[in-house]
């Protein structure tokens, strides 16, 4: 089955950066693009850009641009999203998720979520 | 950005109720509008897509309606496992942007 797990919680000082992993498994990682989001504690959703999994073209947040950076591995099947210049309003939960086909069809399935917490 | 906005934030229902939860953009999405459903603790999951497809495997109590700037989820019969925070989310243009939420409560 299709399958989408990511890295564990990370505990980051304000200013730096974390990285988030996405190993995906049970279908073809080219064929799918793959977005990251974000939830905020007892909030709603956030989205903050998307990969190409295939070619590596990004197309991100305006929000994010200049912080954030998304890549892939082809051969680990795994995606990455770095954001820079951490602060106390990105602690959040982030996720991947795969699209599913066109953006209508919307974002199936999705990674268990990463916490990021962001403290001195 | 196209603003996403749900409504009620919160209903308080019961077994068996049928429930409705609207969303309204801020522009022309045409059909081009996702909801999802997240239970404590989990990832959403898509139950409709293209403002009226069910997603397989989702029950058929659920169904969405609607199209232009006005959009509506129904549970027909609400089951104890529909009770959740269920979001609507435009697909028309980017930045992809979601509703604020509705938590179905038990009552």
């Known amino acids: 089955q299709v399958q989408l797990v990511q890295s564990g919680a990370e505990v980051k000082k304000p200013g730096t950066s974390v990285k988030v992993s996405c190993k995906t498994s049970?279908?073809?990682?080219?064929?799918?693009?793959l977005h990251w989001l974000r939830q905020a504690p007892g909030q709603g959703l956030e989205w903050m850009g998307w990969?190409?999994?295939?070619?590596?073209?990004?197309k991100y947040a305006q929000k994010f641009q200049g912080r954030v950076t998304m890549t892939r591995d082809t051969s680990i099947t795994t995606a990455y999203m770095e954001l820079k210049g951490l602060g106390s309003d990105d602690m959040a939960l982030y996720y991947c998720?795969?699209?599913?086909?066109?953006?209508?069809?919307?974002?199936?399935?999705w990674g268990q979520g990463t916490l990021v917490t962001v403290s001195s | 950005d196209i603003q996403m906005t749900q409504s009620p934030s919160s209903v308080s229902a019961s077994v068996g109720d049928r429930v409705t939860i609207t969303c309204r953009a801020s522009?022309?999405?045409?059909?081009?509008l996702v909801w999802y459903q997240q239970k404590p603790g989990k990832a959403p999951k898509v139950l409709i897509s293209?403002?009226?497809s069910l997603q397989g495997g989702v029950p058929s109590r659920f169904s969405g309606s609607g199209s232009g700037t006005d959009f509506s989820l129904t549970i027909s019969s609400l089951q104890p496992e529909d009770f959740a925070t269920y979001y609507c989310?435009?697909?028309?243009?980017?930045?992809?942007?979601f509703g604020g939420g509705t938590k179905v409560e038990i009552k």
């Open positions: 522009q022309d999405i045409r059909t081009w």
């Open positions: 998720a795969r699209a599913q086909g066109t953006s209508a069809a919307g974002l199936d399935p």
């Open positions: 293209a403002a009226s």
């Open positions: 049970g279908y073809t990682f080219t064929g799918h693009y």
């Open positions: 990969i190409n999994s295939d070619s590596g073209a990004t």
């Open positions: 989310q435009q697909a028309d243009r980017y930045p992809l942007t």
